[in-house]
């Protein structure tokens, strides 16, 4: 998934431990090459 894109409305639908939570891009992790997400 290419999340450069994305602004900070944009939001993904996932599922953690059961639950229905949307995604939001917080920081791009320069060091690594990883997006940190965050739960919204």
Do not use: C, F
């Amino acid at each position: 998934m290419q999340l450069d894109g994305w602004d900070d409305n944009t939001s993904i639908p996932a599922q953690l431990k059961d639950k229905n939570i949307l995604l939001y891009r917080h920081a791009y992790d320069k060091e690594n090459h990883h997006w940190i997400l965050k739960v919204a």
